[in-house]
């Protein structure tokens, strides 16, 4: 995204006063912007001397996100960690219960917008950093085109807003998660995506994905399928020289499998 729109989307007054924006300079990493931009959460951000009416904090931990009001347009929230779980308007203890203990990761549920007046279909997660129930709004989930050069079906990518399971025919499995700022979990390390359709649409490659839950062990993300859309990704960008594409591909299978097993460092 262009400069320009990155300053039109985000609050940039009041990023500047929490110490967050300066001297034109966003000052969160741009992972965080993305997931801004997104409608997910940052990673926990550090506010330093925050000074209010009644108070002066000196230091808080808290992760940040855009609130779309129709009354008050985007409003940038922030959500401290809590000393106690903080449970979600809504949903009763024993529908939150299987979130808490880890047997769902997120469930779904129609419930009535008191703002609009209307009922809504809600996906409710838990985040353990903040020790908060969230929830968001399927439908304004970014839903990608594409994953490792294979095209979701519409089943598929309704079963991604909605916080499912999605599985390739390769047996790759991810799942979008709106509490963590990559907004994705995997059986893979690495994934590549496409978010729309069209020869010259542009695909961008996501590291370092936190493993699905229901997985034993995270597997590298080498498979044909990657391979595959890598080549095409970076053919997309401009890299003409299969060659070359070809040493690239290497260098980064040779970050993954390091001996210190730290995956890539790119």
Same mark, same amino acid.
């Given at each position: ?22 001297? &034109? ?56 960690? !809590? ?5 979600? %308007? &809504? ?84 799942? !979008?998660?709106?509490?963590?700022? %990559? ?54 960008? &401009? ?16 970050? !993954? ?10």
């Amino acid at each position: 995204m262009e400069k320009m729109n990155i300053l039109e989307a985000l609050p940039v007054a009041e990023l500047s006063r929490l110490g967050l924006y300066e001297d &034109g300079k966003h000052l969160l990493s741009v992972e965080d912007i993305t997931a801004l931009l997104a409608g997910r959460r940052t990673s926990l951000v550090n506010l330093k001397n925050l000074i209010g009416e009644a108070f002066t904090i000196e230091s808080l931990d808290v992760k940040l996100s855009l609130h779309q009001s129709e009354r008050w347009g985007d409003e940038l929230m922030l959500h401290p960690i !809590y000393k106690e779980i903080t449970m979600a %308007k &809504g949903m009763t203890e024993e529908e939150l219960w299987p979130i808490l203990t880890g047997e769902q990761t997120n469930l779904v549920k129609v419930v009535h917008d008191a703002e609009t007046g209307a009922d809504q279909t809600l996906v409710f997660e838990y985040d353990g950093e903040t020790k908060e129930f969230i929830s968001y709004d399927p439908q304004r989930v970014m839903v990608p085109f594409q994953v490792n050069g294979e095209k979701l079906a519409q089943q598929q990518r309704q079963d991604f807003a909605h916080g499912k399971i999605v599985e390739l025919s390769d047996g790759t499995k991810f799942q !979008y998660i709106s509490s963590l700022p %990559k907004g994705i979990i995997s059986t893979r390390s690495a994934l590549i995506f496409s978010m729309s359709d069209g020869e010259k649409s542009p695909c961008f490659l996501l590291e370092n994905i936190a493993a699905l839950k229901i997985s034993t062990a995270q597997e590298q993300p080498f498979s044909p399928a990657f391979e595959a859309a890598f080549l095409e990704m970076r053919k997309s960008e &401009g890299v003409q020289s299969e060659q070359q594409v070809q040493v690239e591909l290497e260098y980064l299978k040779k970050d !993954y499998y390091s001996p210190l097993g730290l995956g890539s460092s790119r």
